[in-house]
């Protein structure tokens, strides 16, 4: 059975009024068995008796809800998606529902205020199953993913290769084969980096850049509040993903005779994983989807700089090995690369180091060729060799070239990796070291050829936790045909994916490296996300502006500081005003490193 519910703010003798229609041919006799489950969990859900006439018909059912305004506040809940209270009302349909044998989901299509708002609620009959999906990582892309299947009805699979929660954000001091490090503090405030589903800070009492180590604790709090544990199996590492036969567009009754494909049509997946633990056992498992979450901050990727290996006496490191500034006490350091952690880390370990080079690519024009200097970090243009006698040279015009360089830090960032798929799994894919590209993806996210595939957080220099929630609810709509905007079949697919290969990303001219840089275009990314879901309304619109605002006026704040220089924009806290698309601004003392990693 497949229903339309509306409620009708405004019914005839001051009541509102809630109908139910078909939306799909089904049989009276299943039709009226969802009905009848329907009118139960009314009063089970709204806590309302229904009036003891009800007026039926084939084609609708409508009756009257007694109070006008308990009736606004239940509906509203359910369409405002940041409350727990669609979570929890979603939960009672669905287990309601499946007490007479039927299989449901529910979302709100649009928000409810003093007109009129639409839910739709579709049921399978139980000889019909729910999509089978694993999520492969359980660091924050994983747990939004996890949360938006769930929210539609679906019981993901979820493989960590870690022994708990945290993903990126787990610091293990001491740990060389990890990015995060003793005193990192996030570059973008928590009032943008949070989950629409829940908020955080804002208060006007704590800090907006927050520790590793708070940012771990929200995800973990962000997985028990919304259940999130029962589904994620730790100390689980895939091995192996692979597609089993080939996509089949068609008719729901041919794609039912073919066991390889899943109930969209699409090509099912097959996943091999083992336990990390001693004696560990292996496990292999057929799903009809599969959603990649295994970041990107694991293949270190370095520069070529001539010289390096031949003639470098000194010791090189790459970035994800950097834990605990003291361990440069009294050397000279060079840092490659002045993004965020180059420039994070250059400022730590300048308080303990004798000096410390920033090598930017952005470097502005020196003054009689000159570094800039800020006590004793020097800022100097791109690093272009090293002689036989161990001396680094900068680009032309640069009139330093130190030989007495003691470390040299790689902080140039990471390549993509999915060490399961390989020459063995049936599916094209490039990911070649150095480039920063992954193809052949519909819309950044779906693998073109099976899009039972998608791969989640890809796109870089973005806000990452909200981000993460629009691609996976999109997915999560795609996977239970309620999307208003459904993939187009496969041959336009994959011309819009090679046409996004070869773009070099959003600028123009690109380059290969952007092909996934975002920036200010994530916005309208997510815009896209959402109402490829169905679920692009006011509310959408406003939280993603009002994040914008934040994003913008953070990202002005930190580009006006020096790299490697004091990170004072770390001292505004921000408060959300959704409302208006805007925010509030205080101010706080920035904690020290000992606090930061207390």
């Keep these: 059975a497949s229903m339309m519910i509306r409620f009708d703010g405004g019914g005839a003798c001051g009541r509102d009024n809630l109908s139910l229609s078909p939306l799909a041919p089904c049989p009276l006799k299943k039709r009226k068995r969802a009905f009848d489950t329907f009118f139960a969990l009314t009063v089970l859900v709204l806590f309302v008796d229904l009036p003891s006439a009800v007026e039926g018909t084939r084609q609708s059912t409508s009756f ?64 019909q199953r729910r999509p089978s999906v694993a999520v492969i990582g359980a660091g924050a892309a994983g747990l939004a993913v996890a949360r938006q299947l769930q929210s539609f009805g679906m019981r993901p699979v979820v493989l960590e290769k870690d022994g708990g929660p945290g993903g990126v954000w787990n610091h293990v001091p001491g740990d060389r084969t990890r990015p995060m490090y003793k005193g990192l503090r996030t570059n973008l405030p928590r009032e943008v980096m949070a989950f629409r589903e829940k908020p955080w800070g804002g208060d006007e009492t704590g800090m907006s850049y927050v520790t590793h180590k708070e940012v771990c604790d929200y995800l973990d709090d962000y997985g028990k509040e919304f259940g999130l544990n029962e589904f994620i199996s730790y100390g689980c590492k895939v091995t192996q993903l692979t597609i089993e036969g080939k996509e089949q567009e068609g008719s729901s009754a041919d794609v039912s005779q073919n066991i390889n494909c899943s109930v969209n049509g699409w090509s099912r997946v097959t996943l091999r994983w083992e336990e990390t633990k001693e004696n560990g056992q292996c496990f292999e498992e057929t799903f009809d989807c599969v ?92 690093t272009v060799s090293i002689d036989s006698n161990s001396a680094v040279h900068f680009e032309k015009g640069c009139n330093v070239s130190p030989g007495d360089i003691d470390v040299i830090i790689l902080c140039s960032g990471y390549d993509y990796q999915f ?89 123009d001219p690109g380059r290969t490296q952007d092909t996934h840089f975002l920036g200010s275009h994530q916005w309208e990314y ?37 790299p490697g220089g004091p990170d ?11 409302q208006n698309k805007s925010f509030k601004v205080v101010s706080t003392k920035i904690k020290d490193s000992a606090e930061c990693t207390a």
């Design 64 to 127: 009257r809800l007694p109070d006008r305004e308990a009736s606004r506040a239940a509906f509203s809940a359910v369409a405002h998606r940041r409350s727990r209270s669609f979570s929890d009302l979603s939960t009672m349909v669905e287990d309601s529902f499946a007490s007479h044998g039927i299989s449901t989901r529910l979302c709100a299509r649009s928000g409810v205020s003093d007109g009129d708002g639409v839910m739709f609620l579709a049921g399978q009959d139980e000889d």
């Design 291 to 382: 959603c990649v979450c295994n970041g990107h901050y694991a293949a270190p990727s370095s520069p070529h700089i001539p010289g390096l290996r031949e003639h470098f006496k000194g010791k090189v490191l790459h970035s994800i090995e950097y834990d605990d500034p003291k361990d440069f006490d009294g050397l000279n350091v060079l840092c490659v690369g002045a993004r965020a952690s180059g420039s994070d880390l250059a400022r730590e370990i300048s308080t303990f180091a004798k000096h410390v080079y920033l090598s930017d690519t952005a470097c502005p024009e020196l003054e009689e060729g000159d570094p800039i200097a800020i006590r004793n970090l020097f800022r100097v243009p791109r």
């Design 568 to 578: 004072t924009y770390r001292s505004t806290c921000y408060v959300r005003d959704e």
């Design 419 to 507: 060490p399961f798929i390989n020459s063995d799994s049936n599916l094209k894919l490039s990911c070649i070291p150095g480039e920063r590209k992954v193809s052949p993806l519909y819309e950044q996210l779906w693998h073109a050829e099976h899009p039972s595939v998608s791969f989640v957080g890809l796109p870089h220099s973005v806000v990452p936790f909200p981000f993460f929630e629009f691609q996976g609810r999109a997915v999560a709509a795609q996977l239970v045909r309620s999307a208003a905007d459904p993939l187009p079949d496969r041959e336009e697919r994959i011309m819009a994916a090679e046409r996004d290969a070869e773009s070099g990303g959003p600028n």
């Design 526 to 562: 997510c815009r896209k996300m959402a109402k490829m879901a169905g679920e692009y309304d006011e509310n959408a619109e406003n939280f993603i502006a009002t994040n914008k605002a934040i994003y913008d006026h953070s990202g002005v704040e930190r580009k006006g500081l020096p």
